[in-house]
């Protein structure tokens, strides 16, 4: 069963990989490995898609969607854990509801406000709208794991002379690593491959991200599939890359946030 589920996740990469390094007028099925390999797609995407901008965009404004949600998704979950009351209960029921709003169906709102206060074409832009659609996640995880931290450690530092923003820092938040990896590393997935968004939001060509510039391979008069399936591959890469180093602590704190829920 854990092969099918493998060859599942792994065939769409395959076809994808396989296609980049084949021409186009190459017909064979995409299940089928080239039978010469063919990197002038490759040397397309790096000379004529502007990718290496497009991955420092997608670097600044994943760095930066991250590092905000982290932060405040962290601050706002713990005292959301340690006030049992209902103004607590009511917030996470909210935090609960607003996750299951879809993102897109706000798409014409936040635009709207994006236009009025000149965020159209910046990263802080897309920072916030990307931040704002990952916290409610980020806060819920956050809260389930700080609600299995016994509440006799904050009592010990309070003893001590600590106050809440110290105790949080000193002792809550260095326990929080597991968590914290996997709001990392399912945040930054997230915004490295937005679209929906970075297409109303980045209209101009030098504010791009991967995914819009991946797109720039189909167009009226264009439809260069293989071109498409060389840059996916390199805008993919760093994602694998990061999952790699990261996925121990993804797991466990995705398991812990869960059952500790």
Not at 30 to 53: C, D, G, M, T
Request: some cysteine; hydrophobic content about 55%.
């Amino acid at each position: 069963m854990a092969i099918v589920v493998m060859a599942v996740y792994l065939l769409p990469i395959y076809v994808v990989a396989v296609t980049s390094l084949k021409p186009v007028t190459d017909h064979s099925s995409r299940l089928l490995p080239p039978a010469e390999l063919y990197w002038e797609n490759y040397r397309k995407v790096f000379q004529h898609s502007h990718i290496l901008n497009a991955m420092k965009n997608s670097l600044i404004i994943t760095a930066g969607t991250v590092l905000v949600v982290v932060i405040t998704g962290c601050l706002a979950a713990y005292p959301m854990a340690r006030n049992k009351n209902r103004i607590s209960k009511a917030v996470k029921i909210f935090v609960l509801g607003v996750m299951m709003v879809p993102g897109m169906s706000m798409v014409v709102g936040i635009y709207s406000t994006l236009v009025s206060i000149g965020a159209v074409n910046t990263y802080w832009g897309i920072i916030a709208v990307g931040a704002a659609l990952g916290l409610p996640v980020a806060i819920y995880m956050y809260a389930n794991f700080i609600t299995a931290i016994p509440v006799s450690l904050d009592e010990a530092a309070y003893m001590d002379g600590a106050g809440n923003l110290r105790t949080f820092f000193s002792v809550i938040l260095p326990q929080l690593k597991p968590v914290t990896a996997s709001v990392v590393l399912m945040q930054a997935i997230t915004s490295w491959n937005e679209y929906g968004y970075s297409l109303y939001v980045l209209q101009k060509k030098e504010m791009y991200n991967v995914t819009l510039t991946v797109k720039q391979f189909f167009g009226e008069q264009m439809m260069d599939l293989n071109g498409a399936a060389a840059c996916a591959v390199v805008a993919i890469f760093p994602v694998i890359v990061v999952y790699l180093f990261l996925q121990k602590y993804f797991v466990q704190g995705a398991m812990d946030s869960a059952v500790k829920g």
